[in-house]
């Protein structure tokens, strides 16, 4: 079936970290890809998204890479801030249809 | 920028009461969703819409129905609110449903309580 599964959080990390939050899709056809970001008490921010394989998407110092042959879409930023502190969410769909299907979201914690 | 607004931030209500959540969109767009966000299941589709009174049901429709009666407004309808539909409500709309245009953008979301 079509899935999206993201790493269980919460990601707690000091300022100025490394951060990877892991994402893999099962699907069938070709879908777009997308991470958004929910900040505390806000609705959803798209935060990058990348519509075919080898595509990176980059934004805000984020970046995730779709990587068909390991059906993953990592997202990575090389320096974490407090201010990144949210919940993030990788999400597919399929051309030509209107689904998209969320993963369960990654809470992250940045601390100072 | 796409703008997508919902009616009320908080809203409590009681069980039995019927409830309306509204959310526009000002970029002209032809779908709009609504979606209820739950710890630890993410977001569910509930109802979609591609066009002017056209609706298709989502993932979880029982208990809910929609309207949309002008192309910019999108309205979610709680029939008989129950305590099991107290969550996270959150508002999307998207140009078309390929490519670029499948973007889905989304509102600040109505947090619904009921007692």
């Known amino acids: 079936g079509n899935s999206v599964t993201q790493m269980e959080g919460p990601v707690t990390l000091s300022e100025e970290a490394f951060l990877t939050i892991n994402c893999t899709y099962t699907?069938?056809?070709?879908?777009?890809l997308f991470w958004y970001v929910q900040y505390p008490g806000e609705g959803l921010q798209l935060l990058l998204k990348a519509t075919k394989a080898d595509d990176k998407g980059s934004n805000k110092g984020f970046e995730a890479t779709y990587r068909k042959e390991t059906t993953s879409f990592h997202l990575e930023k090389g320096s974490v801030q407090v201010s990144d502190s949210a919940v993030y969410f990788c999400a597919r769909s399929t051309s030509g249809t209107y689904k998209y299907i969320f993963g369960t979201g990654t809470r992250l914690k940045v601390l100072a | 920028d796409v703008k997508v607004t919902q009616s009320s931030r908080y809203l409590v209500k009681r069980t039995g009461e019927k409830v309306f959540l509204e959310c526009v969109q000002d970029?002209?767009?032809?779908?709009m969703f609504w979606y209820r966000q739950d710890p630890g299941l993410g977001l569910r589709l509930i109802y979609f819409s591609y066009d002017v009174k056209m609706k298709e049901k989502g993932d979880i429709p029982e208990g809910y129905s929609v309207s949309r009666e002008k192309k910019e407004r999108f309205s979610l309808i709680l029939e008989s609110a129950s305590t099991n539909q107290t969550s996270m409500y959150l508002c999307?709309?998207?140009?078309?449903?390929?490519?670029?245009?499948?973007?889905?953008?989304f509102g600040p979301g109505t947090r619904l309580l009921v007692l």
């Open positions: 699907a069938t056809g070709y879908p777009s």
């Open positions: 970029m002209d767009h032809e779908n």
């Open positions: 999307a709309s998207s140009l078309g449903l390929a490519g670029q245009q499948e973007t889905q953008y």
